[in-house]
């Protein structure tokens, strides 16, 4: 469960070379060998998928993202407004009974 998980290496082939074409040169002192150059080391290939954004879909996932935050803000907006009024509530029936009780008191 906890072992690491390593992707699958590439499976590009192998960068092929192209022959260089030599020229014939006349007969000096002394002959010059043709220097190859570097190989070139070909970039690696991702198997993963690219995401491009068009104007159009950054338009739509802009909107998506605002409607989201708006239906959490009113989402926790009421929640936040029914402890208020469960408070409220709270606090009158307290008074009430306290009025009652007061009431009882009075009358033995």
């Known amino acids: 469960m906890f072992t690491p998980k390593y992707p699958p290496q590439d499976t590009a082939p192998a960068p092929t070379t192209i022959?260089?074409?030599?020229?014939?040169?006349?007969?000096?002192?002394?002959?010059?060998?043709?220097?190859?150059?570097?190989p070139v080391p070909a970039a690696?290939?991702?198997?993963r998928p690219t995401i491009q954004l068009t104007p159009g879909s950054a338009l739509a996932l802009a909107a998506g993202g605002g409607a989201v935050v708006l239906v959490v803000g009113a989402v926790l907006v009421s929640m936040l407004l029914a402890v208020a009024i469960t408070g409220m509530s709270v606090a009158v029936v307290a008074v009430v009974l306290k009025s009652l009780l007061k009431d009882l008191d009075k009358q033995r």
């Open 19 to 38: 022959p260089q074409q030599t020229s014939i040169q006349p007969q000096t002192a002394a002959p010059v060998a043709p220097v190859a150059p570097a």
């Open 44 to 47: 690696p290939v991702s198997n």
